[in-house]
């Protein structure tokens, strides 16, 4: 059904841009898209580098004639709109910046696009001049096949440490200039907070086996039973308890859509779901992250704050999902690695033992991986297409 019900979805896509194609060649010259920008993130949120370039762009460089593409029932709708102009995502006028832009700036590949799937198979069919800029959702680590050079048509791909640079150079097979050392938008923003928040934030990632079951086979997978007995603990509710702290459960976009499937009976434990948290702000205003394999790590270590990977299915992870880059969690990673419930808890005991301090080998890999520690990564990225252009 997931299939069928995607032909018609690139049928609608196609016959909607060629009418787009044919309609811009009356447009293209007035105001509205002349030397036009369009920046996007998945058209449903503003949330991640995109929004905070939008954000660096209407205010520094007003002059530029840039929209953001984001759905009206979007949560974060609001939040963008003071900053500049906005575009409906999929309305017939998204189409039209899309043909029309100079351009084209997202935090995923393709996703300024009406539909990404679309133009990630079939987007050679509407040939551009426009130049494709990817911001990325986060620092590279691993070898995603999706990302190399074969299998993308961007002119600026975005590197924020040295270690991803060379390892992207080097397997992904981009053409010299493409890859650009800037850092990410959204880092721009990192604070650490001066007092301790008393919260644990619990952010693991998707698994891709999972995209397309329904509600029985979720409840049925390792992934669901071990994260929702992970917040069903009773020794991690004791250690909570403790030490007087809450922890927010955040599942990843992919998994949200099961978000009432975890349940918790302990008032310690709450679970956030997209509409209502902000990522960034969940990751400022709480003191230690529990993750798995999420390169959400990288924003935590770029604020110096200790973290723990808990990591069930490293084996089957790598062989389903990505396959390992130059990063080796034990060898590279910013805090423990643990396979085990127990173990986990055991390793958050130590953090809060540790006054919520990283160890001192974990803040040395830390402080040698990030090569900027400012707040200029937008400004880089708007020299950076500035040169290209």
Request: aromatic share 16%; glycine share 4%.
């Amino acid at each position: 059904m997931y299939k069928i019900k995607r032909i018609f979805i690139y049928i609608r896509v196609f016959l909607i841009m060629t009418v787009a194609e044919f309609v811009g060649l009356f447009v293209r010259r007035s105001k509205t898209y002349k030397d036009l920008w369009i920046i996007a993130e998945r058209g449903v949120d503003a949330r991640d580098n995109s929004y905070h370039f939008f954000k660096f762009l209407t205010k520094e460089h007003p002059e530029i004639n840039a929209v953001y593409i984001i759905t009206k029932d979007s949560p974060d709708r609001s939040k963008v709109a003071p900053l500049g102009k906005l575009v409906n995502y999929g309305s017939f006028k998204h189409y039209l910046c899309f043909i029309l832009a100079k351009v084209r700036v997202s935090t995923h590949i393709d996703g300024y696009s009406p539909d990404i799937l679309f133009f990630n198979k079939f987007g050679k069919l509407f040939p551009s001049k426009a130049k494709k800029i990817f911001l990325q959702h986060g620092i590279i680590k691993d070898d995603l096949l999706f990302c190399h050079a074969d299998n993308t048509n961007i002119d600026m791909f975005v590197c924020s440490a040295v270690p991803e640079y060379e390892y992207i150079d080097k397997v992904y097979g981009y053409k010299e200039g493409i890859l650009q050392l800037t850092g990410l938008c959204r880092f721009d923003n990192l604070k650490k907070t001066d007092a301790l928040t008393h919260k644990l934030l619990f952010m693991p990632t998707w698994r891709s086996n999972l995209r397309t079951c329904n509600r029985h086979t979720f409840l049925e997978s390792d992934y669901y039973k071990k994260y929702n007995s992970f917040l069903n603990s009773e020794k991690l509710s004791a250690l909570l308890k403790e030490y007087d702290y809450e922890l927010i459960f955040y599942p990843h976009h992919e998994v949200q859509r099961f978000i009432d499937c975890f349940k918790s009976d302990d008032p310690a434990v709450s679970i956030a779901d997209f509409s209502n948290s902000d990522v960034q702000s969940l990751l400022i205003n709480s003191d230690v992250l529990i993750t798995d394999y999420s390169s959400v790590f990288f924003d935590y270590g770029y604020m110096r704050k200790p973290m723990v990977f808990y990591q069930y299915d490293e084996a089957s992870f790598r062989a389903i999902q990505y396959k390992e880059g130059y990063f080796d969690y034990r060898r590279d990673g910013f805090g423990a690695v643990v396979e085990t419930e127990d173990e986990a808890i055991d390793s958050l005991r130590h953090i809060f033992e540790n006054d919520m301090q990283p160890d001192g080998e974990y803040l040395e890999k830390m402080n040698a991986f990030f090569i900027f520690n400012d707040a200029n990564n937008c400004r880089r990225v708007y020299d950076a297409i500035c040169r290209l252009l």
